[in-house]
């Protein structure tokens, strides 16, 4: 049976909040299975620390540091199994004996480190009990053991098969031993390599590093809001980005994996849905650009590049370390904490040449190292940013000045650097009516597109064919291309291309009429796929699914855009985002939102039989092939409830009130069936335009919105209004959208023009793939 391991890092075991979710990722797993675990939140932090008081003999210090640990590792314990549990007890004794320790002189460094992960293992395995799952708990420097700084691969393998198939096996990250059994830890983030390693001891088939971000992305996305997050990374730059000190992966992460098939992914406990970032063979990927920074390192010039040395030191650092070949002389960038070990391991034959330093290092496609280098430098230098250093090598660029960098800087060198290269791949869905026109104007708008950002089409879908090419689809013969070589395709074939995409940014654009392909979104968003979409059953869709959809947009800071589907390419849901967005307040939204009800309300009068008109509307091929789609008034009910939404109004569809332009013993059988009972259909509206000319009025299918009255007004029905009303005076087929706010409050803003059509919808599909590929380039 195949095993993997699963890695939860620090960050994934902060708080007992924290732990309850862990456990709940641990019950999807198999007995076998291995979880490597860190020491919770930053006890390792505070475990340094309290070495460093005890070696700088500050007694006040450590039991200062000794109370901090007893009171989170306390209240940890206490609330996942009370103060009365095994494990509390083991910690109580455990924390005397280091103190005692530190009282008589007599505490050892990693020995005194390796608790933070001793208490972590111990914790969940006993947590996971609780939750009637079988698992136990390693010390792995019973597991992992080591010899003049060299694993003993072999001797580890037999010993790792003392973890157990019967139950889940939860191991000490962090630490090992040497060969007389003392502690040794495997450097600072080291259980990430813990975890590569165990994945080779017991050839597992994938080692998945569960942290607090999605995956690995271009840039800290803690620092950087607009950080991009990869699926894929080639083992080649993940390793760059490790050496360089990022901490996303340990630098030693890869190394278990050389010539292994163990998949390696990077993912989030704190949304475990998500896919994370796969790390991958190195033609598997394209090359990405990232930008990491580098805080307090010393830089040493070699006398001569000796790499056996360079080899040695990384060893007995648990370091890897990245020379810099500069004009003949080989450069060292070494964290300043092992400056010292460094310069007592080279003495003359290093020179130190800078100390202390910070900045930042791009990591990119091979060949554009320089360039990069040289505009990382001008927009630095606009920052008043004094480079002590700055050089790029095959893979990397690294600038070096005296201040860690701010995020604002960071923001603008991710911007200039990173955000203009990430390519956006374009999937579009429904190539019916409108979807040709859009692929006929996708070519004249790519030049400007490509001003912006690398757009490149991927995808294109019917119902249940495609046409799915991750390298991109000529666009010059994408129609004839999709008539010659379709094939048949699931939702999931069609999710999982998605899910595979090696793509900075993607986006579905949805131009089908389709309900049940709305219901992939959440799936696209689980994807971070964007989304534009014409179709309007998302935006409709029952309260609770349509906010559960935006939440996980926002929490992945995904885009929706939907312009075109209320008043096709009439941007009427951009003028009421841009009114609230400058402050504005929405009180009433009013008008006629559909064509055809446009069409039929503007050519009606009482000399004719409304039934006729009906018909020759569909002749025309103005109304839906059964036009009671459009009498029902359901559509127009959709758009207001979309732009109810758009106000923040948590309205269903229901809450807003609908009556049909039809007489309700029409909408059974078919339309043939219902042109048999016109009669009715006539009789019903010919009264209700009697009623209103007696008033001096006319009838028009109005959408009406009042947030001012209590409850909101919402209906969607005929209404007679005077002739001379916006809604009466409109063009015959046109929409009108008439806005009141506390700005436009006696004097509406109003909005009017064709509210549907093959090129209008299809430019409205193109405003909104601008607007995306505009943001997406900020
Ligand atoms: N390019 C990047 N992608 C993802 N995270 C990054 C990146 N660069 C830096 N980080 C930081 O790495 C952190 C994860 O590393 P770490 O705190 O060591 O996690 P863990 O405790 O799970 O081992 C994230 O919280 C993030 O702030
Ligand atoms: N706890 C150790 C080892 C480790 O890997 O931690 P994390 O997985 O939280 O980075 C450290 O802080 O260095």
Redesign the pocket.
Known sequence: MTKQVYKF????LSSAKRYHAVANICQQLAYGDAIVV?AAGKTTDTLVRLWSCYHNQDHKGVGEVIALLKDHQCALVSELLGDKSEVYAHFIDDINAISQRAGCAELEQAWLLAHGELWSARLLAHYLNKQGVAATHFDSRKLFVVAQNNLKHQENTARCQALKSDQLNVVTGFIASDEVGNTVTLGR?GSDYSATLLGKYINASSVTIW???QG???????KVEKAVKYNKISQQQAQQLARLG???LHAKTLTPLKDSDIKLVVRSSYDSHSDGTQVVANEQAKAKR?L?TLASVDVFQLTHNNKDSIRELSIILQHPLQPLEVEGNTLLLVPSQFGEQVASYYLQDAVLIESNVSGVAIVSEAGSESQLLESAKALLEKQSMTLRGAWSQNGFAILLGDQLLESDTLSLLHEELITAKQELAVIVAGIGNVGEVFLSQLNDQLARLNTLLPVKLVGLLRSSTSLLNGQGIELATASANFKNNAKASSPEQIIEFIKELDYGHKVVIDITASESFSKLYPEFALHDCHIISANKYAGTAELNWYENLRRLQTEKNLLWRYNTSVGAGLPINFALKDLQNSGDKITKISGVFSGTLSWLGANYSLDKKFSDLVEQARELGFTEPDPREDLSGRDVQRKLLILARELGLSLELDDIELSAWMPNELAEGSWQDALAKRELLDTFVEELALDAQREGNTLRYVAELDTTTSPITAKVGLKAVAPSAAVATLTPGDNIFVINSVWYADNALIIQGPGAGREVTAAGVHSDLYWLCHKLSE
């Open positions: 890092g620090g960050s994934s860190s983030n942290t607090d971000t690995v992305y271009s840039t800290d996305p803690r990022n901490p996303v990232f990491t």
